[in-house]
């Protein structure tokens, strides 16, 4: 056992040629053999690309806009984490859930690929949200100096083209974001962009809510909009990852709240930086329809 305050960063270790953190490699075989129920619902994201936000979205369209019920506990509870896999105290995703009552709100990181296939055997409703890779990996680079489980990012300089080779933790994110968006056509998949929901809050929660088959009024969308605004969520603790232990999370290099904006990037790109990432870019998003929003 791991006393309690020694936290790793973990290394990475590949499934399937996606790289994962250690403990969930060690785990995999229950990963893998995870049974989903016809009623799970999933949010599938690559890391830091809005999935927390669109976590409190979800669990406060199904509970029609009451805000005391979304905060009966932080979101990594409300949403148990699948394929995480932790030392004591954190405790394994899968044990969580296998004790979770339906219908269970089920968070993933995992690529389309590597997700459990009894999700798709049973028809489960998936919300994926992706981000502009700029802003996705400037936001992952700070991320990494602040949870203390994940690899250590490095110098920025050498994280880009980590980022651009996919050697972060849960692989590519080209992969990532066109893998669920060419498997959108054979499952119940709500594809949402970040950038999408930076324009316009309303219109995209409304298609949440479509998706969820709820109906909720003019003013309680309107409820939605505000209570999951960056502002609001920065200062409430069941949705600002302040609950978790600082020996996890260091809030103090780094707030999980950092800036929730789109066009971020152009604070932390050189010229040049971004120059060579736009040609790799163009490269890895040769031939797919799938296109981003970098600035609003
Ligand atoms: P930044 O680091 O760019 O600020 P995830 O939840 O997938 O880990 O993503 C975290 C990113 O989403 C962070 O981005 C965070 O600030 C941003 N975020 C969280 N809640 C938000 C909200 N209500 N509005 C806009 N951005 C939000």
Redesign the pocket.
Known sequence: DVPQGTFYRFCLEPVQGVPLMKPIVNDWKRVESFQARPDDFLIA?Y???????MQ?IIDLVLHEGDVEKTKRAPTHVRFPFLEICSPPPVPSGIDVLEKTPSPRLIKTHLPYLLVPKSFWEQNCKVIYVARNAK?NV??YY??DQMNKTQPDPGPWETYIEKFLRGDVAWGSWFDHVIGWWEAKAKHPILYIFYEDM?EDPKREIRKVMTFLEKNLSEDVLEKVVQH???KV?KENPMANYSSMPDYIMDHSSSP??????VG?WKNQFTDAQRKMFDEEYAKKMQGTDLNFKVQI
């Open positions: 994201t890391p830091k690309a809005g999935t927390t936000w409190e802003d400037v936001s700070y991320f930076k999951t605004s960056f969520m999980f709240m950092r800036k929730g904006e971020d």
